[in-house]
């Protein structure tokens, strides 16, 4: 039986009836003590038919959750009236698809009029604005969104440039008419992206038609915890300004040093006030379990948090900052030596093209590149470099097969009921292509042919259950092209030699590390600052409020023993500054 601080209890043992900030700092155990919360407040229920309903904001949180929560409760498969889940499901199931008819004048299919998600990458035809906007032509509904603090679009096609050129374009009024009237369009017919139902939500809650809507919601839900609510954006809080204000009461869990998604108008600030502004009665997790405080008081000077108890200091360095010359991947063999006595050791990154230097020499990947990484991956029978090339190639294909896919699920299709299928399925694909051993010697015009025909093979194969070959179908007349200018090179020259990491298990990016306990951290900073923002460490200690910090803050507090930073060789005073807030520089 888990033992809980006086600290936890205070928590555990909250008013249901009053809005609640538990400001839990890295490693403090809050997923178990919000389970336990939850347990606990369920055990003792009298509002029914109205429940409780816990957020996150990814399937993997939420799924965390579940298993912690089924610990308390036996019946944790059968939570009704209660529910846990994501804050983007939670408001198109009880929100948006109530009022679906209303809201976006689907007329339905077949008697259902619930909202199909679809995503960027979504192959959706015939939802075009009517004209060209900051000469890059039409723009997709499903490409742009509109929300925030000023009501502003905002634009994602997923090529950069064209982001660049429509994002910094001022919108006329006849511009801004048609967007809305493709977006309209887009959801008559019966599909939306999240944002599009967060959008959605926002009209139904504010709007004094839906009034009665929103206080039957407010009783079906007295109670809402958010988890990480750091990351909760502007459109967020303004949903649930709206529950507030019909009595339900908000319990936020979470740590504001923590926010690093500012590209989707997540702002630590706004959180702060809105609880200051609702009275919240203010908590805190002070006690880390799982780093040393060596590793707690480095991290305290990243973003000024200094008030953090963690396990014993070490008394040999714990955090060390190593140095290369012109590339990160100089360090490999350093590596090692911080890593070799330890199982999870993760090598981070602030994004992929910073990470690629370790898979190959080439800057950026195109499809075609992922999937031929993909396949030299699977040939290495390590767990790893497996769930690696799972990622590669289930990228490749969610390009290429145009399908709505589910977040942090491998790129698994939205109809696709099993996530644990879709992954066999990836994996026995990857093993077909693998057996029919194409020279990677082949140039890519020769090698694209080859891996094209027996892409064009795989719905057929015995391991594509009956579910998935409509969705794999688009495969069956999959052409594939060499990249633009290597055509006549050979795919291992280009793809650069294999690098091996030796005892690094991982890699991953800080979005994708926030959560993560590791026993070594290993943080690649880029060579200067003109990279991706938050990539390099000089921009991590300029400012303590900054989201660069944060990034720094949230990397650098995931390991339990040994901190490693790699930075771009350092001159005297950069020595000095790195040294004064905690590394022993090698």
Known sequence: MIEFTEEQNDYLYSNVNEHVFLEAC???????????????????WKKSPGGIAILSFTNSATDELVTRISKYLPTAGKLFPHTVGTFDSFILKNVVNPLARNLTNFTGKDGDFSIRIVDKSSNLHGYKTKYGIAG???????????????????????????????????????????????????????????????????????????????????????????????????????????????????????????????????????VKQFVKEKNFIPLKLTRNFRSCQNII????????????????????????????????????????KYSERFDNVVLLGRGYS????????????????????????IQKRDNNYIKESLVLFSDFLRINVG?????????????????????????????????????MNLTWSEWAKSIGATLRNISSQPFVC???????????????????????????????EAKTLGTIRKKT??????????DVTILVSSSDGRGSKGAYWKDWLN????????????????????????VKRLNKKERKVLSDIGFHIH
């Open 26 to 44: 890295p490693g403090s155990g809050k997923t178990e003590v919000v389970a336990r919360k939850f347990a606990r407040e369920v055990s003792n």
């Open 136 to 270: 890059v032509g039409p723009v997709s509904a499903h490409q742009f969104s509109l929300g925030g603090e000023d009501l502003s679009f905002s634009f994602d096609t997923g090529e950069s440039g064209r982001d660049r050129k429509l994002n910094s374009h001022s919108l006329e009024d006849w511009q801004q008419k048609d967007l809305l009237q493709a977006k309209s369009r887009m959801w008559s017919s019966g599909f939306a992206t999240y944002a599009d139902i967060e959008y959605l939500a926002i009209e139904a809650l504010t709007k004094q038609a839906y009034r009665e809507f929103l206080r039957k919601l407010a009783r079906r839900f007295p109670l809402i915890i958010i988890d990480e609510c750091q990351d909760l954006s502007f459109d967020h809080l303004l949903i649930l300004r709206c529950l507030s204000e019909e009595g339900v009461k908000l319990h936020f869990i979470g740590d504001l040093h923590q926010a690093i998604y500012s590209f989707r108008d997540v702002d630590p600030e706004k």
């Open 297 to 336: 008081n480095l991290c305290g000077k990243l973003t000024g948090r200094t008030e953090i108890v963690g396990q014993a200091s070490s008394l040999s360095p714990s955090c060390h900052l190593l140095q290369y010359e012109k590339c990160p991947t100089e360090l490999i063999e350093e590596f090692s």
């Open 354 to 377: 910073l990470l690629s230097k370790f898979d190959s020499s080439l800057s950026s990947l195109k499809p075609i590149h992922r999937l031929a990484l993909a396949i030299r991956k």
């Open 403 to 439: 399908e709505t896919v589910k977040p942090n699920s491998y790129s698994c299709p939205e109809k696709v009921n099993s996530n644990l299928r879709w992954r066999k399925f990836l994996f026995s694909s990857l093993k077909y292509i693998a057996k029919q051993n194409i020279d």
């Open 466 to 496: 009956e579910e998935l070959k409509p969705i794999v179908s688009p495969l069956d007349s999959i052409k594939l092209r060499a990249p633009s200018g290597q055509s006549k090179a050979s795919v291992e020259s280009t793809l650069g």
């Open 509 to 518: 990016t800080i979005h994708q590390a926030k959560g993560q306990t590791h």
């Open 543 to 566: 400012d303590q409020r900054s989201e660069e910090a944060r990034f720094a803050y949230v990397a650098s507090s995931r390991p339990k023993y040994i901190l490693v930073w790699a």
